[in-house]
Protein backbone atom coordinates (compact mmCIF):
# COMPACT_ATOMS: atom_id res chain seq x y z
CA UNK A 1 0.00 0.00 0.00
CA UNK A 2 1.44 3.69 -1.19
CA UNK A 3 1.86 5.97 1.78
CA UNK A 4 -1.13 8.77 2.11
CA UNK A 5 1.74 11.35 3.31
CA UNK A 6 4.45 11.43 5.65
CA UNK A 7 4.59 12.45 9.51
CA UNK A 8 7.85 13.64 12.10
CA UNK A 9 6.83 12.25 15.43
CA UNK A 10 8.99 14.10 18.05
CA UNK A 11 8.46 12.39 21.39
CA UNK A 12 10.78 11.83 23.84
CA UNK A 13 8.45 8.93 25.55
CA UNK A 14 9.08 5.43 23.86
CA UNK A 15 5.42 4.09 25.19
CA UNK A 16 3.81 7.56 23.46
CA UNK A 17 6.32 7.36 20.32
CA UNK A 18 5.59 3.97 19.18
CA UNK A 19 2.00 3.90 20.35
CA UNK A 20 1.60 7.18 18.17
CA UNK A 21 3.86 5.12 14.97
CA UNK A 22 1.54 2.56 14.84
CA UNK A 23 -1.58 4.19 14.88
CA UNK A 24 -0.76 6.13 11.69
CA UNK A 25 1.60 3.61 9.88
CA UNK A 26 -1.86 1.57 10.84
CA UNK A 27 -3.55 4.04 8.56
CA UNK A 28 -0.83 4.01 5.69
CA UNK A 29 1.10 7.24 6.89
CA UNK A 30 4.29 6.94 6.52
CA UNK A 31 6.70 7.94 10.08
CA UNK A 32 9.67 9.16 10.91
CA UNK A 33 10.08 9.38 14.52
CA UNK A 34 12.50 10.99 16.49
CA UNK A 35 12.86 11.11 20.86
CA UNK A 36 14.21 15.24 21.15
CA UNK A 37 14.24 18.30 19.37
CA UNK A 38 17.72 18.13 17.82
CA UNK A 39 16.75 14.40 16.25
CA UNK A 40 13.43 16.19 15.06
CA UNK A 41 15.09 19.03 13.43
CA UNK A 42 17.80 16.99 11.76
CA UNK A 43 15.06 14.39 10.46
CA UNK A 44 13.05 17.39 8.99
CA UNK A 45 16.22 18.82 7.23
CA UNK A 46 16.63 15.25 5.55
CA UNK A 47 13.32 14.61 4.63
CA UNK A 48 11.20 18.38 4.68
CA UNK A 49 10.46 17.45 1.23
CA UNK A 50 7.65 14.47 2.04
CA UNK A 51 6.95 15.45 5.76
CA UNK A 52 3.14 16.86 5.43
CA UNK A 53 2.87 17.45 9.20
CA UNK A 54 5.09 17.81 12.46
CA UNK A 55 3.73 15.77 15.89
CA UNK A 56 5.23 18.30 18.47
CA UNK A 57 5.65 16.88 22.01
CA UNK A 58 6.20 20.27 24.30
CA UNK A 59 8.05 18.63 26.79
CA UNK A 60 11.39 17.30 25.41
CA UNK A 61 14.75 16.84 27.16
CA UNK A 62 17.82 19.37 25.58
CA UNK A 63 15.62 21.80 23.00
CA UNK A 64 12.05 21.93 24.33
CA UNK A 65 9.12 21.93 22.09
CA UNK A 66 8.84 25.73 21.75
CA UNK A 67 12.50 25.85 20.80
CA UNK A 68 12.35 22.99 18.35
CA UNK A 69 8.71 24.67 16.73
CA UNK A 70 10.88 28.11 16.77
CA UNK A 71 13.42 26.22 14.60
CA UNK A 72 11.18 24.59 12.35
CA UNK A 73 9.56 27.42 11.37
CA UNK A 74 12.94 29.10 10.99
CA UNK A 75 13.45 25.82 8.04
CA UNK A 76 10.10 26.08 6.63
CA UNK A 77 7.71 28.99 7.75
CA UNK A 78 4.28 27.16 6.69
CA UNK A 79 5.29 23.51 8.42
CA UNK A 80 2.06 21.88 9.53
CA UNK A 81 2.66 21.75 13.48
CA UNK A 82 0.70 19.20 15.85
CA UNK A 83 1.36 20.44 19.33
CA UNK A 84 0.91 17.40 21.27
CA UNK A 85 0.70 17.83 25.23
CA UNK A 86 -0.53 17.16 28.54
CA UNK A 87 -0.17 20.86 29.32
CA UNK A 88 -3.34 22.86 29.19
CA UNK A 89 -4.49 24.50 25.86
CA UNK A 90 -3.94 28.00 27.08
CA UNK A 91 -0.93 27.01 28.85
CA UNK A 92 0.42 26.11 25.10
CA UNK A 93 -1.14 28.97 23.61
CA UNK A 94 0.74 31.39 26.26
CA UNK A 95 3.91 29.39 25.52
CA UNK A 96 3.79 29.89 21.87
CA UNK A 97 2.54 33.40 21.69
CA UNK A 98 4.90 34.49 18.83
CA UNK A 99 4.23 31.36 17.21
CA UNK A 100 1.81 31.18 13.91
CA UNK A 101 -1.11 29.10 14.80
CA UNK A 102 -0.35 25.66 15.68
CA UNK A 103 -2.98 22.90 16.06
CA UNK A 104 -3.05 21.25 19.89
CA UNK A 105 -4.02 17.62 20.72
CA UNK A 106 -4.17 17.29 24.74
CA UNK A 107 -2.85 14.17 25.80
CA UNK A 108 -3.69 11.71 26.62
CA UNK A 109 -5.84 11.06 23.69
CA UNK A 110 -7.00 8.27 21.93
CA UNK A 111 -6.66 6.45 18.55
CA UNK A 112 -9.21 7.87 17.22
CA UNK A 113 -8.75 11.95 18.39
CA UNK A 114 -5.53 11.30 16.91
CA UNK A 115 -6.42 9.78 13.01
CA UNK A 116 -9.19 12.46 13.17
CA UNK A 117 -6.75 15.85 13.82
CA UNK A 118 -4.25 14.12 12.00
CA UNK A 119 -6.25 13.70 8.67
CA UNK A 120 -7.93 17.00 9.28
CA UNK A 121 -4.91 18.47 9.13
CA UNK A 122 -3.13 17.09 6.52
CA UNK A 123 -6.35 17.43 4.15
CA UNK A 124 -6.83 20.93 4.73
CA UNK A 125 -3.68 21.64 4.51
CA UNK A 126 -2.10 19.59 2.22
CA UNK A 127 0.71 21.64 -0.16
CA UNK A 128 -0.11 22.19 -3.41
CA UNK A 129 2.70 20.26 -5.50
Known sequence: ??????????????FMREAVEDILDAVGLEVISTEDGHEGI???????????????????????GVETL?????INPF???LIASGYDEHE?????KEQQTVSILKKPYSA??????VEKIMVTTKPQK
Open 70 to 74: RMLRT
Open 92 to 96: VRRRL
Open 79 to 81: VKV
Open 1 to 14: MSSKGAVLVVENEL
Open 42 to 64: AAYLSNQDKIDLVILDMKLPGMD
Open 112 to 117: DALIST
